[in-house]
């Protein structure tokens, strides 16, 4: 890994590009409350993102999986650099709220496509080996910056303004596609999209955007479990992290700097089990790795609404955020080392659509139930409910120690579920086809 230039080009751009977005997702909601003064159009703002995001992943993949992928992720940086850098000189004509929509939509897009193809990216860069480790790299400099970046976020609104803060993020992304310039992706000869392969038309194209990869996703033995269990994660954390603000705020009466606190303790969480990923799993395998993540989260939060001691509660959201991030890391480099690289997006946009989609139902549901039973309660069921997650992931083949055949509709090869060899996996649009890794 030291000595991957290509890597470490790739890595030291998105560092810089994660530390801008994380100033966005502070500036963005100061500049709609400093032109609206209206908590109701932030919010707004945020259902738009959230929903171009899970609309644009039904396509994304099918992007991703027809063109050049670090040419794609160029012209999505350099986009969002200029609509970004522009906004500031929008803005002396005067605040104008739509505005805000248009650019949280098309941002919005253009980050899905560049996300997923990111994901596709990394094992073009990297030996399959180094896969954990590279993922691990990623998500610390993404924990990194989602501790950095609000402080700077504050720091240039208070200075100049929310909406050069988002030109400042404009920068990072037009540092990224620089970036982008110096990398070579090496995309394996074999496992290119099927020649001779007639391009598909009208109601086909639908069918490959999205169900193509859900259906490699929902025949894999490995795959399918997981999508099941991080969808059911996803409906318990999402929420969590409101309960979690809700409580030391409200319950607890601590102010804002406290939960900045303990905020920030999830970060250093988040940072140290991104750093350790790549060891853990080396050593005892994703069949061992995502059940204890599971444990941690369940158990975490479980403790973090019934405790009423903040330091409790900042170690506890240490622990939540380093399950989260050694699930994250396990999980991802799975995807990447059972999936053919022609399908390798379609796959990583279904799985991201399918399980994201459960984030806002569960918040809605578990911030209700805690309003009318209150935070300790709830918390305990999320806790109850992730721990039954855990012993259905138990019953499963990602279980340790068990050798699994992965030979169903898509041919894929023996993989130990405890420490998972690539296997081979053909293009379901092609039958009898075999693409592997």
Known sequence: MRGNRNFNVFWLGQALSVLGGSISLIALPLLVLDATGSLVQMGLVTVVAGATGIGTGLFAGYVVDRVDRR??????DLTRAVLLGALPLVWLAGPRIWVLYVLTAVVGVLKTLFDVAYVTAVPQLVRPE???TANGRLFATFALGSLLG???AGFIAAGVGPDWALAVDGATFLVSAVSLGWVTFHRPAEQAEPSGKRPAAGGAVLREMFVVGFRFLWSHPLLRPLTIQLTLLTFVTMGATDLLIFHVKEDLGRDAVTLGYVIAAGGVGSAIAALAAGRLRRVFGIGVCWPASLALVGVSVAGIGLSRSVPVIAALSAVFMFGIT???VCTMTLRQEVTPD????RVTSAFWTVHNASGPIGAAVLTALAARHGVPAISLGGGALCLLILGGALLT??????AVAQRGPYGAGPVRSGRVRPGRAADPTEPGNRAGR
């Open 342 to 345: 022609h399908l390798l997006g």
């Open 130 to 132: 180094d896969l954990t």
């Open 71 to 76: 040419r794609l992720m160029i012209v999505c």
């Open 397 to 402: 083949p990602l279980r340790g120690g068990r």
């Open 326 to 328: 050694l699930g994250g």
């Open 150 to 152: 609000p402080a700077a």
